[in-house]
DNA sequence: ACCAGATAATATGAGAACCATACCATCTTC
DNA sequence: GAAGATGGTATGGTTCTCATATTATCTGGT
């Protein structure tokens, strides 16, 4: 009944509440922010994509966001205009675009998280390196889960 | 330089990177899912939001979301045509609707988010209790900051 | 080298979504 | 009881999404 595993199995359950609570927040402080922005949320989870990847062309892109390739060029073509990110040609593959993400506008983004960004320091504060770096290894842990669920629904 | 300070610093920076990704990969989790379920993002959005706070008017749902009342209208004709909610008139005030999720469905949220689950709890086993309880106080005060700094970025 | 088929991106057009405004019903205050 | 506030939704114009078709380029087989 209350055995180590019982205890554990409950707070796994808390976990993923908490996980879940968490990411809804955040769903919602992106929009909040895309909104000041005058970015689609889906415009702005792709401008993400980019700026984790580096640089990838519309079609991998529209795969990992879950869109249709034809929705990936409506989006491109916001997110172009409005100065988020530049299509270059592929040098190897003339078929090609590479979408590569400006950097400029990258502090207008750090502003309007700086809030959170602050309250995410202050919550830090409390806990000691050891249990910083277990935290870091369990969220980077959770993001893969992530990924390759994901994975797993798409395919 | 290689104080427990500057250590420190260095987690608090990992960790945010790593909820940043935690956060879009789940987002993208969250497509795919709403993707088999006919959801809108918005809509699988706001359906979570109903499910959290058990019974609330399409106003404050507006509010809480970040949307315009009227978009709210279409979101929640679409949850109710598809048996994800119920309105309900307000008993005390006649003008007033309560959206209630309809429990039924749940089951087949939970089916999809199946692999994520088991992911979570495997990740999780590598766990003691009290790091499991320090994680999820973590998560908690997490959700609690997003909660805050949308709400300042919306007033 | 050439041709057939595959691949990358985008144009097009139909249907749907989003939201500002207007509107109706009901509540609250004086 | 009247005036104004509040909650929700109908309407209509703009914008977005995506299936399909199109164009350009690449690849493999002969």
Redesign the pocket.
């Known amino acids: 009944m209350s055995s180590i595993a019982g205890l554990k199995r409950r707070l796994a359950i808390q976990i993923k509440e908490a996980m879940r609570d968490a990411s809804l927040q955040l769903a919602l402080l992106n929009h909040q922010v895309g ?1 000041r922005l005058k970015l ?4 702005f989870d792709c401008l993400n994509l980019v700026s984790q990847h580096g640089s ?7 795969k990992l966001a ?13 997110l172009e205009k409005a100065g988020w990110v530049a ?1 270059e040609r ?1 040098p ?8 590569r993400a400006a950097k400029e506008r990258g502090r207008e983004v750090l502003d309007l998280f700086d809030d959170m960004n602050g309250k995410m320091d202050e919550i830090c504060t409390d806990y000691t390196a050891d249990e910083l770096a277990l935290i870091a290894g369990f969220l980077r842990r959770t993001a893969a889960a992530g990924r390759e669920a994901t994975a797993t629904l798409t395919e």
């Open positions: 909104a689609r949320d889906v415009d990838l062309g519309p079609g991998a892109l529209a879950g869109l249709h390739p034809a929705t990936m060029t409506g989006v491109l073509d916001r299509r592929d190897d593959d003339r078929r090609a675009v590479l979408v």
